[in-house]
């Protein structure tokens, strides 16, 4: 005669799984942490601006031929300039404090192409002629190459 056993397990409570972890849009702030974050990201703003801002007006350019600085001139006296470069004539518009090529004897015509002279693009140049304008700015502007 086999004899069988019947055990009853008591009802054990059923383990309760780990909270998640909060996240970012969860987080409780207090009125300090608040604070912190909006001084933070003044100060960021401030900083961002007065680092990536354009550089004041420059009232003067330079005019390189060749890789040598030949003139200075001032961009408050309008009026049309013939440079000359290697290959033959450039010539130069100077109105309301901007400059830019007109015209060069180049084939490409890039420089005619990148238009008025301004402190954002600070440099423009006919390569095939070696003639180059450059902003002389009392001020560099910070750019993320010359850090």
């Not at 972890?21 to 001084?39: A, Q």
């Not at 330079?62 to 440079?83: P, S």
């Amino acid at each position: 005669m086999s004899a069988w056993l019947l055990v009853i397990k008591p009802d054990l409570p059923k383990p309760v799984p780990p909270k998640p972890t909060p996240v970012l849009g969860l987080i409780k702030l207090t009125g300090l942490d608040k604070f912190t974050v909006l001084i933070s990201v003044c100060i960021i703003a401030v900083l961002f601006y007065y680092s990536w801002s354009p550089a004041s007006d420059a009232r003067y350019a330079a005019v390189y031929v060749g890789g040598e600085k030949r003139y200075i001139i001032d961009l408050h006296e309008d009026n049309v300039l013939d440079i000359e470069g290697e290959d033959g004539i450039s010539q130069l518009e100077i109105r309301n404090g901007k400059v830019r090529f007109i015209s060069s004897p180049c084939q490409s015509q890039f420089c005619l192409r990148n238009g008025w002279l301004s402190p954002v693009i600070g440099v423009i140049a006919c390569l095939p002629n070696g003639v180059s304008l450059e902003l002389l700015n009392q001020d560099k502007p910070y750019d993320g190459i010359n850090f």
